[in-house]
């Protein structure tokens, strides 16, 4: 293993805990040191005496939980089969993981040698914190590794490969034809575009009809609009989307970087009835999202809907479908959360509190949308686990975060386009 994981993971460590230090909600704080022990538990198998950083950082975490009265349990909650079947958690994140790892392919597709490395990188973190958290009982416990391993081993050749300079680059290897509408043959490019690779996806994807004699990868396929299973790769279940699903492109966006307010992200597609007379004008938007507990994720929201009343002037109904806090799904988290330092009641008068929470966030949204002479919606369903915002004239947007991959600009809270974002994809299908 590469020196470099490591060094990696002690930066994240940092970044994380000075994030986790500027934040005033308490909840909040939770979710970062709870990422910070799951990379604390990858500096673990570090070689010994060659990191001195990591004991400096170890202090820092334990200064910071001491000073903000954490628990003083160091345990990564378990992920294993329990009484209360909660093991569809490390099915769940393990199959996210798989379906970014196959997003990342897109990368590999469009040459940019750099990106796929970093989105490489990526994916072999988040694997080996799934791992570290997963008891070595669990059926996937084993899987999960060679998957890491895997990763790595396609890191290591890849690196050794950039540093071979007799060694083609695997974008001149392919021998493509890029056709347009009427069926004339184009000239390839003769280097991959320099721009972030999903623009170039989403670019090709729009202007070019691609075919190969190779045998077709799912890449290709989805260039191509090739009606294949709809969940690559933004992980949206069938009951979701029927077979014909058409694939219209993916958006990534990288880590703390701005310029992705909701107008660049669906402007085009809430316009598509002024381009295209096959889609009608939006009367109604639903979004899914299961975790809406925390006063920045209702802001979100809001500001969404606020955004689609200023854009959509056919716009009749707002609808939310969420998880109701008090699931047994979430009992069981707490209780692994916590451990003994709580009762079963207070665990119980905890997410209701949050569920009073939740209604009252609610109804401010309901709110706003009255006062806006729209219809307003909520529906509260358990198990659930898709993020998604679906336009009524057929645009549906899979969403691997929902909302939540803003961070918040407390300099200028108004202009999105200005806002960090956490590293995420949204993909967009027609139905």
């Keep these: ?16 805990l000075e994030i986790a230090e500027s934040l005033e909600d308490y909840s909040k704080k939770c979710e970062f ?5 799951y990379l604390m538990e990858a500096l673990k198998i570090a070689p010994p005496n060659q990191y001195p ?5 170890k202090r820092q975490v334990n200064n910071f939980k ?3 009265n954490f628990l003083s349990s160091t345990e990564v909650p378990s992920c294993s089969y ?9 099915i769940e994140n393990f199959n996210d993981i798989k379906n970014e790892r196959e997003a990342v392919e897109f990368v590999r597709d469009e040459g940019d040698t750099s990106e796929y490395i970093s989105g490489l990188e990526n994916v072999a973190t988040k694997a080996l914190n799934l791992y570290h958290a997963t ?29 071979s300079p007799e060694v083609e680059k695997e974008y001149d290897k392919n021998s493509i034809r890029f056709i347009d509408k009427k069926g004339k043959c184009l000239s390839p490019p003769s ?77 085009e597609y809430i316009r598509f009835h002024k381009s295209d007379s096959s889609y009608r004008p939006i009367e109604s938007v639903t979004v899914k999202d299961p975790y809406l507990s925390e006063d920045i994720q209702v802001k979100n929201i ?12 056919t716009l009749k109904k707002f609808e939310i479908i969420t998880e109701a806090p008090k699931s047994q799904k979430n009992i069981v988290k707490l209780k692994k959360t916590y451990g003994r330092s709580k009762t079963d009641n207070q665990i119980v008068n905890m997410l209701s509190n949050k569920d009073s929470k939740i209604r009252c966030s609610m109804s401010e949204i309901e709110n706003h949308c009255k006062s806006s002479g729209v219809g307003f919606n909520v529906k509260y369903e358990e198990n659930i686990h898709e993020r998604y915002v679906y336009f009524d004239n057929g645009i549906f947007c899979s969403l691997e975060r929902g909302f939540d991959f803003y961070y918040y600009n407390y300099n200028n809270s108004s202009d999105r386009n200005e806002w960090n974002c956490k590293a995420t994809h949204i993909v967009f299908y027609c139905l």
């Design 82 to 90: 329990s009484s209360h079947d909660d093991s569809d958690y490390v």
């Design 33 to 37: 040191i709870e990422d910070i022990e």
């Design 66 to 68: 001491m000073d903000n």
């Design 302 to 313: 809001l500001d969404f809907f606020k955004y689609c009343w200023r854009n959509i002037n």
């Design 191 to 267: 280097s991959p575009d320099s721009s972030s690779w999903s623009d170039v996806v989403s670019k090709k994807s729009r202007t070019f009809g691609v075919s190969s004699t190779k045998v077709l990868s799912t890449a290709d396929r989805i260039r191509d609009n090739i009606p294949i299973d709809p969940r690559i790769p933004g992980s949206v279940p069938k009951k979701e989307l029927h077979s014909n699903a058409k694939y219209l492109g993916t958006r990534i966006i990288k880590e703390k970087t701005v310029g992705h307010g909701f107008e660049s992200i669906f402007g």
């Design 1 to 16: 293993m590469s020196q470099d994981f490591f060094v990696e993971v002690i930066c994240d460590i940092k970044d994380k």
């Design 135 to 163: 008891s070595t009982d669990h059926c996937l416990h084993s899987e999960i590794f060679d998957f890491y391993l895997g990763i790595r081993r396609e890191l290591d050749k890849i690196k050794d490969t950039v540093e």
């Design 53 to 57: 950083e990591i004991e400096e950082v």
